[in-house]
């Protein structure tokens, strides 16, 4: 078997400089060495490999075939020292950002906005999906950080609060309910009612409040989000009973909103991932949330 061969970067480097400079002399000015140590490393190249690299014309060094095919494959070496020596290149920090479109339009976009604004050397990449997309996502590298209001119990998953509600109705303006503080479950007995879509658990929290109660509203129309929800109220339609964020935010112009008296809360979270650590770009956009979140009758922080 062959014994391995050594490889050694200062005779590279003099082979390199001598045919570039065509003479010791150039070659040692330019590596910032002697003459006889480039005269000593292209001998001992030579030795090693067993070819001869430079021959002797009129006071110059030739190379040799052998000598160019070498230099040629040292190109890719060399290239590689330069970029290791080079000015490090600015890299642009990704967060891979999902949540609902509840939380997504409007106010994650908005947030989003500003945060890059203040800092135009991140990217960020929204993934607007459900609730239960979002913690695959996360489950599956996929996504740096979601934002949901979902408490979903899963392995590798992190839930972080980030924001409480109480419940509340959202109505038109003018509606004989807007003159209540607080509006009772049985205030809603007979009432045009705007509900949640049967596949939400809130849907089956709310009739477990109106049965108690013995309070029986008219569903006339059914909604999967809280805006949609609030935007058929908005039409005269009737009244609805949702998570006031971040939907209050920006319907308190056209919308009346009333606190609803019953145990139905809920939460918001931040979701990581508990197998890793949060890329500092995630932890730095909560807390640009954190900060910039508006405040609400309705909701507060945690």
Known sequence: ?????????????????????????????????????????????????????????????????????????????????????GPIEPTQETLRLTAPPTYAHRFLVGHVATFLQANPHFFVSLEVTSS?????RIQDDRSDLGVSGIDLTREGIKLTPYRHSEAACAMPKGHPLTQL???EPKDLHDQPLIALSRRHSRRAQLE?????????????????????????????LGVTVINPFPVAQYRAGDVEFRRFASPIEYRTYFVTSDHKPTPAIARAFIRHLRLHTTRTPFTEPT
């Open 1 to 85: 078997m062959a014994g391995r061969t050594w490889h050694s970067l200062p005779e590279y480097e003099a082979l390199r400089a001598l045919m570039e400079s065509g003479t010791t002399s150039k070659a040692a000015l330019r590596l910032g060495l002697s003459q006889s140590a480039i005269s000593r490393s292209i001998s001992s190249l030579e030795a090693r490999l067993g070819r001869i690299l430079f021959e002797r014309d009129g006071g110059r060094l030739r190379p040799t075939f052998e000598a160019t095919q070498l230099n040629r494959r040292l190109d890719p070496l060399f290239e590689a020292l330069d970029r290791i020596d």
């Open 208 to 236: 477990k409040v109106l049965t108690t109660s013995r309070s029986i509203p008219r569903i006339v129309a059914e909604a999967s989000t809280s805006f949609a929800a609030v935007d058929l109220a908005q039409t005269g």
């Open 181 to 183: 503080e607080t509006i």
């Open 132 to 136: 239960e997309d979002v913690i695959r």
